[in-house]
């Protein structure tokens, strides 16, 4: 019995330093000047659709309140 315990706990140890270890190695990775370029990329593209669809949004709101009059 004592040696399943000691075994488990060995496996947990292990396990936990596994998880701090990546942790820690992803952590000190540097982005590139690839990747900041293409999260500016994104933004810009998800800014200009948003900027899209709320005209959309608007034209058909004034189509719809010219409709009433």
Do not use: I, K, P
Not at 20 to 39: H, I, N, Q, T
């Amino acid at each position: 019995m004592t040696l399943v315990v000691v075994l488990l706990v060995v496996l947990v140890v292990l396990l936990v330093g596994a998880f701090v270890f990546v942790g820690w190695r992803d952590r000190e990775r540097l982005s590139s000047a690839e990747d900041v370029a293409a999260a500016r990329d994104a933004a810009s593209v998800q800014e200009r659709h948003a900027a899209e669809r709320h005209g959309v949004q608007g034209e058909v709101w004034r189509r719809g309140q010219a409709g009433n009059g």
